[in-house]
């Protein structure tokens, strides 16, 4: 069992950055592939970004790559999310998934734990 808490959200303005982190509990963290996922409202879940669980790759939707980074730390058990050169289009709730032993999938259906979400919010 894995639980997950993100952090980090809030209000910004258009061309601002934010970083979103996302806690886990337990001991196996670096065996979960850790995604970040995004629901606009009257939107669908959409990917966001992935990291797999080793070597650490990363994956990203097309609509972020180039302004948002993923990372993890698997001491201190938490995957971030940088995001640079927020568009209004960006606003959403962020929620983070864990896959166990997961290679970075981009589909929701893989992900068994998912976090409450955060909300961020970009004005133009």
């Known amino acids: 069992q894995v639980q997950l808490v993100e952090s980090g959200g809030g209000l910004v303005q258009a061309g601002n950055s934010l970083r979103l982190s996302c806690a886990a509990s337990g001991r196996t963290f670096s065996t979960y592939a850790m995604g970040w996922f995004r629901q606009a409202p009257g939107k669908e879940r959409e990917f966001v970004a992935a990291i797999n669980w080793s070597p650490g790759s990363t994956y990203y939707a097309d609509s972020v790559k180039g302004r948002f980074t993923i990372s993890r730390d698997n001491v201190k058990n938490t995957v971030y999310l940088q995001m640079n050169s927020l568009k209004p289009e960006d606003t959403a709730v962020y929620y983070c998934?864990?896959?166990?032993w997961g290679d970075g999938a981009t589909g929701a259906q893989h992900y068994e734990y998912w976090g409450q979400g955060t909300q961020v919010t970009v004005s133009s």
């Open positions: 998934a864990a896959d166990r």
